[in-house]
């Protein structure tokens, strides 16, 4: 699903976007997302992806991985029944990507810092 990505792009389907990103369990990407308190991702980052229902929200923390998910949100996605995994956006895109087809995921990537 997602072919590429380096600083400041990231390349999902054959189309290239250059403003961080959420995609949707159904392939629908969203660009121009953009996190209330800059690189603190918190629940209401999410708002658009829980609507989706995923099981797991795969979250690109930035090329250098600065953004950072709250401390809270991790037991309150869990208590959702949602799993959250946060790695560093090149190494969110391969984890996103191994398992997109088999888990219904949904991702937000940070494509900066």
Same mark, same amino acid.
């Given at each position: 699903m997602i072919e590429a990505i380096r600083f400041g792009r990231i390349?999902?389907?054959?189309r290239t976007y250059h403003q961080?990103?959420?995609i949707h369990p159904d392939r629908r990407v969203t660009d121009g997302w953009w996190r209330r308190q800059g690189h603190? %991702?918190? %629940?209401g980052d999410l708002v658009d992806l829980l609507a989706s229902q995923p099981e797991i929200i795969v979250a690109g923390? &930035?090329?250098y991985g600065r953004m950072r998910p709250d401390p809270n949100l991790f037991r309150?996605?869990?208590d959702r029944n949602i799993e959250l995994v946060a790695l560093p956006t090149e190494e969110a895109v391969v984890h996103f990507n191994r398992?997109?087809?088999n888990r219904r995921?949904? &991702?937000?990537?940070? %494509?900066?810092?």
């Open positions: 390349t999902i389907e054959g961080d990103v959420l603190r %991702l918190v %629940l923390t &930035g090329i309150t996605l869990e398992i997109f087809e995921t949904a &991702g937000g990537f940070h %494509l900066t810092c």
